[in-house]
């Protein structure tokens, strides 16, 4: 499965992003998706999940109520609607997939299958 993020760019903080990642596969609705950042220098961190059908959904507390996870799978693209970003959200997006319907590990990295390239997203304050 070969992803392609998109959607990042240079928001003031207190604006809205959509990101969008979008899967090569058809059989894209046997994977549960996820998002994950990476800061510059830091380590790359999980962000949201949700799972093959979308009817589950994961999001740390550091973005609760700011960020959302949807899929399409009859688009093969998953999307992150962040709003109310903050300059500690600058980072670069990366999406994922993992050949599972639940997001059991949803948190966990090395168990993610494929990642798409990232794209940067830049909060200035």
């Known amino acids: 499965v070969q992803l392609q993020a998109s959607g990042g760019g240079l928001v003031q903080a207190g604006g809205s992003l959509r990101l969008s990642c979008a899967a090569s596969?058809?059989?894209?609705?046997?994977?549960?998706m996820a998002w994950f950042r990476q800061a510059p220098g830091k380590e790359r961190k999980f962000v949201a999940a949700?799972?093959?059908?979308?009817?589950?959904?994961q999001v740390p507390e550091s973005v609760k109520g700011r960020f959302a996870i949807s899929r399409d799978n009859a688009k093969n693209t998953v999307y992150l609607q962040m709003n109310s970003l903050k300059p500690e959200d600058t980072a670069v997006y990366y999406c994922?997939?993992?050949?599972?319907?639940?997001?059991?590990?949803?948190?966990?990295?090395?168990?993610?299958?494929?990642w798409g390239q990232g794209t940067l997203v830049t909060v200035s304050s």
């Open positions: 949700i799972s093959a059908s979308g009817g589950i959904t």
């Open positions: 994922a997939a993992q050949n599972t319907y639940g997001i059991n590990s949803a948190r966990v990295r090395e168990d993610y299958d494929y």
């Open positions: 596969d058809s059989t894209f609705g046997n994977y549960a």
